[in-house]
């Protein structure tokens, strides 16, 4: 993902190398792999600060911080919840494990930096309904593939969204809709491309199989990504500022160029 202005788009190039350098431990790297930074969130993010008129020195570190702490989430949710009975295995799983804590760790020494109580507060009620979120959504029977991804896009908005409550003021609610349904999309083609080309199907193409079959669960997902899609230009009409509007609209443009791009490769298989 990248911005049309080539001064943003540097801003968020420094803004992911920044990321990546408070993401960096030379022990934890030599076994395992960081998660990959989300681009489309760090354009989001940046975006909506921006507009909110934030200061570029704080805007910097609030998306550092809030990058960071997904990369502590998603660092935890690799940990696999079967017993691990090999060397390596354990090894790995107790790797993975601190490298969360590592990130989790990085991000409150930034905001301690900044003594901003305020952020501090959103982000840390964020966390514990994150945690809350994926008990339920990990430990509860009965989801349907709706319920099950509706609560994983609560899940993977919810940080972002906590910076809307924080700052958004009279713009929460449309910059808030715009996060839940871009980062559906993100949902929907990270699930379309695991289970197209990667072999390795996830929870909600499990659930929408069983429910509707194989064949018709693809559909329904390529029909949900277009409804997403079409949300989102609808949104993104209504966000005030020329500018930002471009940059939001070239960000879901970006999206379905993408989709484009997988369905092309899975009809070429």
């Given at each position: 993902?990248?911005?049309?202005?080539?001064?943003?788009?540097?801003?968020?190039?420094?803004?992911?190398?920044?990321?990546?350098?408070?993401?960096?431990?030379r022990?934890?790297?030599?076994?395992?792999?960081?998660?990959?930074?989300?681009?489309?969130?760090?354009?989001l993010?940046?975006?909506?600060?921006?507009?909110?008129?934030?200061?570029?020195?704080?805007?910097?570190?609030?998306?550092?911080?809030?990058?960071?702490?997904?990369?502590?989430?998603?660092?935890?949710?690799?940990?696999?919840?079967?017993?691990?009975?090999?060397?390596?295995?354990?090894?790995?799983r107790?790797?993975?494990?601190?490298?969360?804590?590592?990130?989790?760790?990085?991000?409150?020494?930034?905001?301690?930096?900044?003594?901003?109580?305020?952020?501090?507060?959103?982000l840390?009620?964020?966390?514990q309904?994150?945690?809350?979120?994926?008990?339920s959504?990990?430990?509860?029977?009965?989801?349907?593939?709706?319920?099950?991804?509706?609560?994983?896009?609560?899940?993977?908005?919810?940080?972002?969204?906590?910076?809307?409550?924080?700052y958004?003021?009279?713009?929460?609610d449309?910059?808030?809709?715009?996060?839940?349904?871009?980062?559906?999309?993100?949902?929907?083609?990270?699930?379309?491309?695991?289970?197209?080309?990667?072999e390795?199907?996830?929870?909600?193409?499990?659930?929408?199989?069983?429910?509707?079959?194989?064949?018709?669960?693809?559909?329904?997902?390529?029909?949900?990504?277009?409804?997403?899609?079409h949300?989102?230009?609808?949104?993104?009409?209504?966000?005030?500022?020329?500018?930002?509007?471009?940059?939001?609209?070239?960000?879901?443009?970006?999206?379905?160029?993408?989709?484009?791009?997988?369905?092309?490769?899975?009809?070429?298989m």
């Open positions: 993902m990248s911005l049309l202005r080539d001064d943003f788009q540097e801003e968020i190039e420094s803004i992911v190398d920044q990321i990546k350098l408070h993401a960096e431990n022990v934890l790297n030599q076994y395992i792999d960081n998660p990959p930074i989300s681009q489309l969130r760090v354009c993010l940046y975006l909506f600060l921006r507009q909110c008129g934030i200061a570029e020195s704080k805007l910097r570190k609030y998306i550092v911080t809030a990058m960071l702490i997904q990369l502590g989430l998603d660092s935890h949710e690799r940990v696999s919840l079967s017993k691990e009975d090999t060397p390596t295995g354990i090894r790995t107790q790797l993975t494990i601190l490298a969360g804590d590592y990130f989790s760790g990085q991000y409150y020494h930034l905001l301690a930096d900044m003594e901003d109580v305020q952020t501090i507060k959103q840390a009620r964020s966390i309904e994150i945690n809350e979120w994926k008990i959504l990990y430990w509860e029977n009965g989801w349907t593939a709706e319920q099950y991804l509706r609560r994983k896009v609560d899940i993977e908005s919810s940080l972002l969204c906590s910076f809307g409550n924080a958004g003021a009279d713009t929460a449309v910059w808030m809709r715009i996060f839940s349904q871009m980062l559906l999309i993100e949902q929907l083609l990270v699930e379309y491309r695991a289970c197209r080309f990667e390795r199907p996830g929870r909600y193409f499990h659930l929408l199989s069983q429910e509707e079959g194989t064949h018709n669960a693809y559909q329904s997902m390529l029909q949900n990504v277009h409804k997403a899609l949300q989102c230009r609808k949104l993104t009409a209504l966000v005030e500022g020329e500018e930002c509007r471009t940059e939001l609209k070239h960000l879901v443009e970006q999206c379905a160029e993408e989709l484009d791009n997988q369905k092309a490769r899975a009809e070429e």
